[in-house]
């Protein structure tokens, strides 16, 4: 049995449901707002590529090492984006998020913390992960953020880590959350979610 089971999740207007080419068009649609595919620091898929990288993420989801969700807007079923679990190990019951980004309308909404707050409490509540980590380019400073408002820790920089899409060679920052610090995170995310915006 898979140590990461299909799920859908869903709340506060999101729906998270493993990806499947069945959200290609609307994949395709969410990177051209604000064509996403030109930013360095990120891995979403050029238009033609949309398919293949569904087909990767299917391909890995298959071997066990990653989980790929299309992030949904639940009432009109539109994608938003994406998000996965990835370097998933079960044996010391961790998982990473990763793989994530959003149509450019999208940023800075509540999209990506609700997003974060349904598969971190899947990760923490029904998966009974021990670590969550994040991962992300050294000069992806929104993510950084991001990362850190949820509560992560920065666990140090990994240099010389990956290739970027340009060719260029990539220092790595990694962060981690432990199941003891899931109770506060959860409330303070929950606290940011409910003040008005």
Same mark, same amino acid.
């Given at each position: 049995?898979?140590? %990461? ?10 729906? &998270?449901?493993?990806?499947? &080419? ?5 994949? /395709?649609? =969410?990177? =051209? ?20 990288? %569904? ?5 890995? *989801?298959?071997?066990?090492? *990653?989980?790929?969700? =299309?992030?949904?807007? +639940?009432?009109?079923?539109?994608? &938003? ?6 370097? %998933? ?15 450019? /309308? ?20 029904? &998966? ?6 994040? *991962? ?33 060679? *990539?220092?790595?920052?990694?962060? $981690?959350?432990? $199941?003891?610090?899931?109770? +506060? =995170? ?12």
């Amino acid at each position: 049995m898979a140590y %990461i089971e299909p799920v859908t999740l869903s709340g506060r207007g999101i729906k &998270l449901e493993p990806l499947a &080419l069945t959200h290609e068009a609307g994949l /395709r649609a =969410a990177a =051209a707002d604000g064509e996403l595919w030109k930013l360095r620091v990120t891995s979403v898929p050029e238009p033609e590529q949309t398919r293949k990288y %569904i087909e990767d993420a299917l391909a890995m *989801r298959e071997a066990g090492n *990653r989980f790929a969700f =299309a992030v949904l807007d +639940e009432a009109t079923g539109t994608a &938003l984006g994406c998000s996965s679990y990835h370097d %998933i190990i079960a044996a010391v019951r961790r998982v990473e998020i990763g793989w994530t980004w959003y149509a450019k /309308r999208c940023q800075r909404t509540h999209v990506n913390s609700v997003a974060k707050l349904l598969l971190m409490t899947h990760a923490f509540e029904t &998966l009974g992960c021990q670590v969550v980590g994040w *991962r992300t380019d050294n000069f992806n400073f929104a993510s950084q953020t991001a990362i850190e408002r949820l509560g992560a820790k920065k666990d140090g920089v990994i240099r010389g880590h990956a290739l970027r899409r340009d060719g260029t060679v *990539r220092d790595t920052v990694m962060y $981690s959350m432990r $199941s003891g610090e899931w109770p +506060e =995170a959860r409330a303070q995310l929950l606290y940011l979610l409910d003040k008005p915006r």
